[in-house]
């Protein structure tokens, strides 16, 4: 599921780090990350971040490939600063279609730092409703660190609610972006 999740993020415009799936490229930039094709992958010891060289790289793919007997899939790591968010859109019974904004990765559940919108609702709407976040000065920008880009995150919701409609989906999620002033990634989805 990753690896076609990876395909529609890409065909419809949303950046995704450069992958691999079900087998080791033979040229590579490393750092990478390896991950097996599983849900909650942290908390199954089903991702490896940082593998420097092929010989780790191997041992990790043939450790998940073994352990998970699901697809493996290599992974481009992005380095440098920025900020994790998790963007969930689901159709809601009440509501209709919203989207749940929050600080992601490993840390989604933990926090439970989320705000909820209902499409549609443009961008001021979206910068207006950020500030409800109890960490919404880390997106801003706190101690050096510069903040998001608030026009990237609303492109990114979008063009994901797209993707959401087309295949009508009933729930699609990326978990986490990786965003900064800059750019943005999706380094993991999953939908249904």
């Given amino acids: ?7 529609l993020l890409e065909k419809n415009g949303i950046k995704v780090p450069e992958f691999w799936t079900n087998n080791i490229p033979i040229h590579v930039k490393f ?7 599983i849900n909650h992958k942290t908390d199954k010891n089903a991702v490896k ?27 481009e790591q992005i380095i440098g600063d920025y900020i994790e968010i998790i963007l969930g859109i689901k159709k809601d019974i009440t509501f209709g279609d919203i989207v749940l904004i929050g600080l992601g990765g490993i840390y989604t559940e933990l926090f439970k730092d989320f705000i909820i919108l209902s499409f549609p609702f443009d961008i001021n709407m979206l910068k207006e409703r950020l500030k409800d976040l109890k960490y919404y000065r880390i997106l801003e920008g706190y101690r050096n660190k510069k903040g998001i880009n608030m026009d990237i995150l609303y492109e990114n919701i979008n063009k994901l609610y797209s993707i959401f409609k087309d295949k009508n989906f009933n729930e ?21």
């Fill in 49 to 75: 971040l940082n593998v420097y060289d092929y010989k780790e790289l191997e041992l990790y793919y043939n450790k998940f490939k073994k352990e998970f007997q699901k697809d493996v899939i290599i992974q």
């Fill in 31 to 37: 750092p990478v990350v390896i991950k097996a094709d």
């Fill in 1 to 7: 599921m990753l690896s076609e999740g990876f395909e």
């Fill in 172 to 192: 699609l999620e990326v978990n986490p972006l990786l965003i900064n002033e800059k750019e943005a990634y999706a380094v993991d989805i999953r939908f249904f």
